[in-house]
């Protein structure tokens, strides 16, 4: 029976150590978000804490997503509620538009690789009114 035993012993190390190799891929390391357009007088910005566009503007903005490799990964982006705030791809790749469709609060989801790695919390303010 001991050797029965020893024999459950390594099968539990041989599983361990697969599952390891298996769980060791690259991972989600972190967001960057520059080439900012569209802040006006009116407002507007866009960062990994926050969306803030005012009602009937767009902001642009270059996002890309790394792993802990330190290499980019696939990328989607969609608003929880396009009414308020609608993600669109612009020309160059992992360039990105927001348009403020009505005034309100959403939020931003970042997928990489399939995962969700980032939500932003998105407010559309209604424009001031001119002077």
């Known amino acids: 029976m ?13 599983a361990a150590l697969a599952f390891g190799a298996m769980a060791c891929g690259p991972e989600y390391d972190r967001t960057e978000i ?8 009116l407002g507007g910005t ?3 804490r926050r969306l803030d566009v005012p009602e009937g503007l767009v902001i642009t903005a270059h996002i890309a997503v790394w792993n802990d490799d330190n290499e980019q ?4 982006i969609r608003s929880k509620d396009p009414s308020i705030v609608e993600v669109k791809g612009v020309v160059n790749e992992r360039n990105y538009a927001f348009v403020g469709r009505r005034e309100g609060t959403t939020e931003i989801e ?3 690789d399939g995962d969700l790695v980032l ?3 998105a407010t559309v303010v209604k ?3 001119l002077p």
Do not use: Y
Not at 73 to 76: D, K, N, Q, R, T
């Open 73 to 76: 990964m696939s990328l989607g």
């Open 110 to 112: 970042l997928i990489a």
């Open 46 to 48: 866009i960062d990994t």
């Open 119 to 121: 939500t932003i919390p």
């Open 127 to 129: 424009q001031p009114e």
């Open 2 to 14: 001991s050797s029965l035993a020893n024999l459950g012993r390594k099968a539990v190390i041989v």
């Open 34 to 41: 520059s080439a900012v357009k569209g802040r006006t007088t």
